[in-house]
Nanobody, 115 residues
Framework: QLQLVESGGGLVQPGGSLRLSCAAS????????MAWYRQAPGKQRGLVAT???????FYGNSVKGRFTISRDNAKNTVYLQMNSLKPEDTGVYYC?????????WGQGTQVTVSS
């Protein structure tokens, strides 16, 4: 199936930007709906954005107008461009399929938005 590795997180001030990458290995990437999820300390992991095989997208209400999900099937990679970041965006960001597959959860990448 797939193996997924997230990267691109870091510390950024409110109003700043980051671009996250999710590199996939294995077959089937181009036909799967992919998604970004995030988890703040002590909270449930939640859905941030999804992108289907035809490039249609969905965004959670809290990130609409600020985040953009995209994919490059030739590179087996999905991206999350995050602009106008807020402290409440802080958390560990994960990629997975939508619906998620338990075995594909990785380490994620930490995003911290703080002044």
């Amino acid at each position: 199936q797939l193996q997924l590795v997230e990267s691109g997180g870091g510390l950024v001030q409110p109003g700043g930007s980051l671009r996250l990458s999710c590199a996939a290995s294995g077959s089937g990437f181009s036909v799967y709906t992919m998604a970004w999820y995030r988890q703040a300390p002590g909270k449930q992991r939640g859905l941030v954005a999804t992108i289907k095989r035809d490039n249609t997208t969905f965004y959670g209400n809290s990130v609409k107008g600020r985040f953009t999900i995209s994919r490059d099937n030739a590179k087996n990679t999905v991206y999350l461009q995050m602009n106008s970041l807020k402290p409440e965006d802080t958390g560990v960001y994960y990629c997975n399929r939508q619906p998620p597959i338990r075995e594909l959860w990785g380490q994620g990448t930490q995003v911290t938005v703080s002044s």
